[in-house]
């Protein structure tokens, strides 16, 4: 795969313009419960959503896709805790020639199996009621009660009617995947240590249609990997963004659901075009027909019918959240990048920028001026010139990841990504370790204006007078300990009971 050389700091920094962009200042975690009707669904709402290149030693040549769905798991949350929803769709969408259509779709679908431990008692044979019957380990999960397993798709070309083949096991050949129960507690698996070589049995090398290599997939929950200081943004950021330290990260406690996907990076590109773009949607049947009566031994509530409908979507982090106007929250989860034109106000005219002056102008913090937002619309919809722009491209929200640039290793990547200098950061791509809270509130307060040619943003730096402040969440930050160097990267997940 051929390399390019760092891009000048123009581009450096216009490339913390894309992450500001959607992102504008105080962010939440990245993309949990941002819109009102994804609220009612939570086994469809996409939380974050990561793609780099592999910095797992000896797996360079190959791109992470990381989608992770249903926010805020409490890992107590028994007995039946976080399946995902066998009647929905979950997708991850490449577009490799910068037209902001996809060409190229990973489709999960999921199943729920129960085997319905019985035991018996006064001479009958009862159903129990949990999920498990006794110790799991990665040697026997007989006393499993439900068991989940998964199929992936990949589609070439439109999401619904292009040409379609299965994912396969490189061990077998078998189209059906497992993936493994959530961390109950250290009872069930006997220790975390435990816990982890049970879920390391579901990863799997995979055949996929159409690439040279081989790739691997993952699905399981893992601990939450987005860092925010939640609670204190939202209560009208009742925080201290000048803090370098001391911040709360309010997802400490979490956990997540991890779709993961590695793929050979020269599967994804197209025309000897380095650079590509990606988001992960989630759709539900049109109609949902809730059975009021299901028969005994049956799981399923509901049959669904019809065509898709999306109702998710996440590319760019915290862009539904604190970019997008509430009356339109759903109308963007339920969108195309291709359709993005009709939310270019909320870009070119932000509203938290100037929030924040209004709560912190009293200690020296202030909005740009430059209108429209020439600086944001750039970076957010095409890519920054020299660093990830396609080299033809429409203006659309995803997020972008050139593959010619070569993966920092654990240990030597800078948080701030490409703001820190790390050209192998956000917002070129998405990596578990980069402080996007951070690196968004400094780009959209102004600081490409302050560092960057003018003509670039048409902007200057009178326009950005905040530009130069080193604004935080309140100092809740990012280190190594919080990411694994190695495939599917997220920690293991937190237990429900130690």
Known sequence: MPMITQPPRLALLAGACATALLMQPAAQASSHREAPFITTQPKVDGTDFYMFRSYENGRSNYVTLIANY????????GPNYFAMDPNALYEIHVDNNGDAVEDISFQFRFKNNLADI?????????????????GISAGSNAALNVKETFTLDVVRGDRRGGARAAVTNAAG???EFTKPVDFIGT???????????????????????????????????????FVVNLGRTFDLLNLNPLASSGGTDDLADKNVTTLALEVPASCLMADNDPVIGAWTTASLRQVRLLDGTPKSGHQATEKSGGAWVQVSRLGMPLVNEVVIGLKDKDRFN?????DDGQ????VTNPTLPALVEILFGSAGVKAPTNFPRTD?????????????????????????????IAPAVKGSQNTLGVLGGDNAGFPNGRRPGDDVVDAALRVSMGVLCTLNAPSAFGCVPSDAPSGGLALT????NISDAMFNATFPYLLTPIPGAN
């Open 376 to 404: 944001l619309v750039a970076a957010f919809l095409t890519g920054v010139p020299g660093l990830n722009k396609p080299a033809n491209v429409k203006a659309a929200e995803m997020l972008r990841l050139n593959t010619s």
């Open 334 to 338: 339920g969108s195309k990048p291709r």
């Open 70 to 77: 249903i926010p805020l798991q409490d890992a107590y949350g």
């Open 173 to 175: 050949g078998g189209r």
């Open 118 to 134: 019985a035991l018996p008692v006064g001479g009958k044979s009862v159903s129990i009621p949990l999920i498990q019957a006794g």
């Open 473 to 476: 969440d309140g100092g809740a």
């Open 343 to 346: 939310f270019a106000d909320y």
């Open 187 to 225: 009872k069930t698996f006997g220790s975390i240590a435990a816990y982890e070589a049970y879920a390391a049995q579901y990863m799997y090398t995979v055949n996929i249609p159409g690439c040279d290599a081989p790739g691997r997939v993952f699905v399981g929950q893992r601990k939450d990997s």
